[in-house]
């Protein structure tokens, strides 16, 4: 009955369009900001048409432009093109209906075969497929379904898919929704909101039915036809029922889907269950326990990542730099845990708009505040207090988040029984700051800042200062639903004092300070469901002020050094795209391409070629005014990443990427202390280069509650920065002749195995990797262990960890926390001799041993307050407990000499259990 009704009513539109050909009438329209209905009525008083539209489709819809002589169709076509309005002309009347055409020829298919028609003008083939919104659903859910049109069709678009953007915001406070689950039903196909709650995804041209998901947000069923690409802003409620299990798939087979290899995402809010040190949260402590990333023990600053140096990780807050991410020589992080709000981690397929070191990048951003009431959260613990207030300033638009954490860890010093310990002093504070503006749905504004600063004082004649601080202003500009532009302007800096006050005449003062001011843009845009880009530029400005040595007092004989500045400016654009060739294959390809020039004023001597650098080697001084060129680097970065997905939840991937940094950290500790210093790249220090490849298999289990995934990855690199025995690195006038530049190698092996849902939850990683550097010279002095392959002072072949979380009931859960890690190399003495009636000390190869195995186990119990939601704070307790089995790990080996005889001593950070209990808030 259906078909045949709809064969009466082409027939009918057949003849109309017979006497519509005896209609000839042309218009001429000039409008200044004006509403559709008044045109419609203009072209009714010009011509023998009559509009038929619903008023409510044409409201707040205005016009401005200048029409000629135009037919009433073409005039239409002008004037409706911004709008999701079509139009057709039937004998004398225009209808007008919304997002769907109407077909004057029967579909390909209607009677149940293809039936292609021609077109009368070119003779080409035109495929019919009109879109179907009348089809009954077989969705048997009561959910509640509303429908949303989208797009506007279009008679020459053969596309099946289209894009669908938007974003996501709660209802009451405006806030955005970020890790949300959109899923596809039927094709299973997922999307998740970004930390500013945007998402995007793929649909279906027609009907699709959508649900989002997520924890404490209201479920909803949304029922999308989709016309052409467009967007749609959703808002959703809180959800406060309560459920026999509430169940968060936030990134459903994201791992398998995603494209960039060696990526991850921490969630802030799960980090809480971890028992670490003190009852501190700390998001990068967590990361160490994921495959490829690493420290080199307790006490120690930075970390690992796949055989490299702690200098080569870009660590980013906010799209600032941030120097210094850790309090306390490594014990306890430098970021306030209640302003982070997303954690992103690229080991293996690093984007092309990131530069500037070899190994990873850590991005870091704060979380969004709330805009309509006030809002906070804090902890109280034995050694650290952290509080974060959320102040609406503008309701539904601008917002103020204030984070301030300090420590007051002096008591515990001053309760020792050691007396040399008893005037001692260690604390350290870290304030960050946030201010968010939205203008309108197109234009957001957030300014960040940060700073922090740690004192501490071991002796009572000495205090040491350590001080960190970045500023970032983001502005995100929204052309339409394709394309964007993301601008970012920032400043971070660090540094540190030493100042020394002994006797009157030896006091001095310490300091050092290295700085960086820097622009970067993107624009990105959406060309096709399966094809998209980025492209960007940034440039950066390096300051650094190598050390100063100045006498602390009228009375102190300390000669003043002041080490000459160093300045640097390192630039690059980037282009990258993301694309499916095939529809199991995606590729993100980009290409990087960086210039750094080393800038005056300054001195920089010029050495024999082929002879090691030294004073008697000098064959040249030259001096560079301000802002002159001393040495330019540069090059391309290529960066490849691609997926081939055998299953919906089995795909295979691979990555390639090289990259170039220009900035060396100078340490010849065995681990890095604060007290290191930053050296720019210049005539006599070339930058470092790495390629890396890698390759993984990315395996999901029973509906995605379990990941696996197995990457192994080889990379080498050039000009790596060591030192010579012996080498004295701070104040240094001529660093060059100090330090060895050689190749390095790195490859392994890594393995992750997680459950997400369930009483039992958390994950199992294992790494085998090797990290290796070669210091060769035809010169004795330039050469370690005679120029052969040695193992760098972070290589552990082994390292496994282990997290877990069992939850008893809603509110009470134990958690488990387990490392174990190959003992890092060491150098020790082999022998001694006596020359001349002297004792001489006979040392093995660099890095021949290695200290004790590391391994640890944390455990902690967790007390959720009750979940009434008129409270006036929402508490959560942890009871903890670190290093349970008490086990003296070595931080470190050190040698003495006492009556002739060499004695090997080592020292411990933590050699006891350490209990805690800490009180979290949420208000």
Known sequence: MNKFLSIIFLILLSFANLSAQQINNNVSIRAENKSLKEIFREIEAQTDYNFFFSEDWVVNINYTGSLNNLSVD???????????????????????????????????????????????STGTY??????????????????????????????????????????????????????????????????????????????????????????????????????????????????????????????????????LSGSTRINVEETKKVP???????????????????????????????????????????????????????????LNPFMLGDV?????????????????????????????????????????????????????????????????????????DEESLNKSQASFYDLTATYEHNFNEKN???????????????????????????????????????????????????????????????????????????FKTKFSKVLKPNLSYNVGLSSKLYRIDPGSFMPSGEESLVVPLEIERERGLESAIFVSANFEPVKKLSLDAGIRFSLFNALGPGTQFVYEENSPKNESTIINTLNFENNEIVKTYGGPEWRLSSRYLIKQDLSLKASFNSTIQYIHQLTNNTTVSPI???????????????????????????????????????????????????????????????????????????????????????????????????????????????????????????????????????????SANIVYQTGRPVTFPVGNFQFNNSPFVVFSDRNEFRIPDFYRLDLGFNVEGNHKKNKLAHSFWTFSIYNVLGRNNPFSVFFITEEGDIKA??????????????????F
Do not use: C
Not at 905 to 921: E, G, H, K
């Open 344 to 416: 992103q981690i690229f080991k293996g397929g690093i984007p092309a708009e990131y530069g500037g070191r070899l190994s990873s990048v850590i991005d870091l951003s704060t979380k969004k505040s709330n805009k309509n009431k006030l809002a906070g959260e804090g902890s109280i613990g034995p050694v650290t207090g952290n509080l974060s207030i959320e102040i609406p300033v503008v309701k539904d638009k601008s917002s103020l988040n204030v984070g301030g954490r300090g420590a007051y860890a002096n008591w515990i010093l001053r309760s020792l």
């Open 676 to 814: 290191d210093t930053w050296k720019l790249s210049d005539l006599n220090i070339e930058p470092q280069r790495a390629n890396q490849f890698a390759f993984g298999v990315f395996k999901n289990w029973l509906g995605s509650n379990y990941e696996t995934s197995v990457e192994a990855f080889y990379k080498n690199s050039d000009n790596i920065l060591d030192f010579k025995t012996g080498a004295q690195l701070l104040l240094n006038e001529n660093i060059e002749r100090e330090v060895l530049q050689g190749g390095g190698k790195a490859y392994g092996i890594e393995l992750l195995i997680k459950k997400n849902k369930g009483k039992i939850n958390g994950w199992l990683g294992y790494t085998y990797s090797r990290s290796f550097l070669k210091l060769d010279s035809e010169f004795n002095e330039e050469r370690v262990n005679n120029g052969a392959f040695f193992p760098s002072n972070f290589d552990k072949p082994h390292d496994f960890s282990f997290v877990g979380n069992y939850q008893f009931t809603r509110r009470f859960s134990v």
């Open 74 to 120: 073409d005039a239409l076509s002008e004037i409706l093109n911004e709008t999701v309005l079509n139009h057709f002309l039937l004998g004398n009347r225009i209808i007008l209906t919304q997002n769907a055409l109407i077909y004057d020829e029967l579909p390909s298919g209607f009677f149940g075969k293809a039936m292609d028609t021609i077109e009368e």
């Open 444 to 518: 957001q504004v957030k300014l960040t800042a940060y700073a922090s600063r740690d004192d501490f004082s071991i002796t009572s004649d000495s205090l040491n200062i350590y001080k960190n601080s970045l500023v970032a202003l983001n502005w995100n500009h929204q052309f339409n639903e394709k394309s964007s532009l993301g601008t970012t302007v920032s400043n971070s800096q660090y540094g540190f004092d030493i100042n020394f006050d002994g006797n009157s005449s030896d006091s001095f003062t310490l300091g050092y300070k290295v700085a960086e001011t820097e």
């Open 905 to 922: 001593l080592q020292s411990s950070i933590f050699s006891i259990p350490v209990p805690s209990i800490t009180y979290n808030f949420k």
């Open 126 to 259: 035109i495929n019919i497929q009109p879109i179907n919104i009348f089809r009954a659903s077989n969705d048997n859910n009561k959910t509640e379904t509303k429908t949303y049109k989208i797009g506007k069709e279009d008679y020459s678009s053969n596309e099946k898919e289209f894009v669908l953007k938007g974003r996501i915001t709660e209802v009451k406070t405006g806030n955005p929704i970020p890790d949300l689950s959109l899923l596809l039903k039927k094709s299973g196909r997922v999307s998740v909101t970004d930390e500013n709650g945007f998402y995007q995804i793929i649909l279906n041209k027609g009907e699709n039915v959508l649900e989002t998901k997520s924890l404490g947000i209201e479920n909803r069923k949304l029922r999308i036809l989709m016309f052409n690409n467009g967007s749609l802003d959703i808002r959703l409620n809180e959800d406060f029922e309560q459920l026999d299990e509430v169940v968060l798939q936030a990134e459903h087979n994201s791992n398998v889907e995603k494209t």
């Open 276 to 334: 670490l040190v003190l009852g501190e949260r700390d998001v990068l402590k967590v990361a160490t326990s994921l495959p490829g990333i690493s420290t080199a023990g307790e006490g120690a600053l930075g970390f690992n990542v796949r055989g490299g140096k702690t200098d080569q990780n870009l660590i980013l807050f906010d799209n600032a730099v941030l120097y210094n991410t850790q309090h306390f020589f490594g014990i306890f992080s430098a």
